[in-house]
């Protein structure tokens, strides 16, 4: 039994934890681009999702991400698949540290946490009646690997106001000397997050 699933997440950087709020499962015949790429915007608008910071897919269709990108403008990057052994350990990490808060009503994401077992010689997921391939514990695999733990998105001014600190709140970023080296090394190159 072949899925596709989708998960819907959110990571607070304050807390360093991810919130799974919502998954999509999809199986064949049902499955087409179009219902994917409805789906996904329908659940995002739901959500309160007004803008995607990453967005990752299993790297094993091109042309189901490339669809998705051009056709849908969802803009889907493909992840690497390494080494699914360091992945699921790493997966263990976060759920046992409680870095991982799954909503309980995604309930195949619970069921593949739950009876998700590797196949006979450990070198990929067994097949569930239930759960297929278990394709939803690869999802997380992917949503934890790709998670940017780094970008903090709480401004630096956050809580602070005129009447609350003598220091007069900085409108730009200030500049040092050697930074402003830097952009005159690359002045008229547009240097752009690609994620944020």
């Known amino acids: 039994m072949d899925k596709t699933a989708c998960l819907f997440a959110r990571y607070l950087f304050k807390d360093a934890k991810a919130y799974v709020e919502r998954e999509l499962i999809l199986e064949k015949p049902n499955f087409t681009t179009e219902k ?3 789906d996904i915007k329908r659940i995002c608008t739901e959500l309160g999702y007004q803008k995607i910071y990453r967005a990752a897919a299993d790297n094993n269709n091109p ?3 490339a669809d998705l990108n051009s056709l849908h403008s969802l803009n889907f990057f493909p992840t690497t698949k390494d080494d699914l052994e360091a992945q699921v350990n790493d997966l263990r990490l976060w759920v046992g540290s ?3 808060i799954v909503n309980p ?3 195949e994401l619970i069921g593949c946490l739950k009876y998700g077992v590797w196949n006979d010689k450990r070198t990929a997921f067994d097949q569930s009646k239930n759960f297929g391939h ?3 514990l690869a999802a ?3 949503l934890v690997r790709n998670i940017d733990r780094t970008y903090n998105p709480i401004p630096a001014t956050y809580g602070m106001t005129r009447e609350s600190h003598a220091v007069e709140l900085m409108q730009k ?3 040092t ?3 402003s080296a830097i952009k005159q090394i690359f002045k008229g190159t547009q240097l752009k997050p690609i994620w944020r």
Do not use: E
């Open 36 to 38: 994917l790429a409805g």
């Open 140 to 142: 997380l695999m992917y």
């Open 105 to 107: 009503a995604c309930r």
């Open 98 to 100: 409680g870095r991982l």
């Open 63 to 65: 042309i189901l991400i």
């Open 134 to 136: 278990f394709d939803a």
């Open 173 to 175: 970023p200030v500049t």
């Open 177 to 179: 000397v050697s930074g």
